[in-house]
């Protein structure tokens, strides 16, 4: 069921815009589920996510060497599966979300942190000082192999036990982002410092959730592309955690995400 979230972008010297009135679909009513096949196109060309039957054999959610055990596999096949064309390189780590915790810390290579509501995207190049060209991709900052094209996927999902009704991941399709809108900021506190994402609104975004999200299911959307196939620079599936109303005293939301970089040669 649609509704109306209440979204935090960025804004110019004022600071954010936030508690932008935006109208967020419901996904599965318009694209419903994604069969277990080549995705590329949806992924990479077209909205830049999706949702997939992806039921998982971790029971505690919460117990990190579990999910490295189990998801981590189960996680990487699901993306081999969506992106056949690229070799998809292994992780070996995870961010874990729920709605007690504050701040992002990290213990034993395991990112913790709150649910983010704030319009976004992970991974930026470097532009030039007229914002028309990129100066330096985020692979080569990331020591990434500049001879392919690389891409970034986040495999996100809900672990609570009952479907997810507080704050979902709400999504933008990439198609619909003007590239003059986005902005690009530094992530400092990163070992190498690169460049994320940002946004101001505009109506002609087109902003999406998955109602009724289970831990079965996985919603995956594409946070990075060197060599996009439809413009220069990259347009990213932004992002960003949203109240639902009325869902105040529901179950609260737990959540794991898993990054992954895949690569292909750019001749083909």
Not at 67 to 90: G, S
Not at 196 to 207: I, K, L, T
């Amino acid at each position: 069921m649609a509704f109306t979230g209440a979204l935090n972008f960025s804004g110019g010297t004022d600071g954010p815009n936030t508690g932008v009135p935006t109208l967020i679909s419901d996904a599965r009513r318009v694209f419903g589920k994604y069969p277990l096949r080549d995705a590329q196109d949806t992924l990479l060309s077209g909205r830049g996510f999706l949702l997939a039957d992806s039921p998982s054999r971790v029971l505690d959610w919460s117990d990190a060497k579990e999910v490295m055990d189990k998801h981590y596999d189960e996680a990487r096949l699901l993306a081999q599966t969506l992106l056949p064309d690229f070799e998809i390189w292994p992780i070996s780590s995870h961010t874990f979300r729920n709605e007690s915790i504050t701040e992002h810390h990290w213990i034993d290579g395991i990112q913790y942190g709150p649910c983010v509501e704030f319009v976004h995207n992970d991974y930026a190049d470097t532009l030039s000082s007229d914002n028309k060209s990129v100066e330096k991709t985020f692979a080569e900052i990331m020591g990434m192999p500049t001879d392919k094209r690389v891409i970034g996927i986040n495999i996100w999902r809900s672990v609570s036990n009952d479907p997810l009704e507080r704050l979902p991941l709400a999504v933008c399709d990439r198609t619909s982002i003007d590239p003059n809108d986005l902005k690009y900021s530094l992530n400092t506190e990163a070992p190498k410092p690169f460049n994320a994402h940002s946004c101001v609104p505009n109506a002609g975004q087109r902003w999406y959730y998955y109602s009724q999200q289970t831990r079965d299911e996985a919603l995956v959307f594409t946070t990075y592309d060197s060599h996009p196939d439809d413009a220069e620079l990259f347009r990213p599936t932004l992002h960003t955690a949203v109240a639902k109303p009325g869902s105040e005293n529901l179950t609260l939301r737990e959540s794991i995400e898993v990054r992954f970089f895949g690569f292909i040669d750019l001749d083909r």
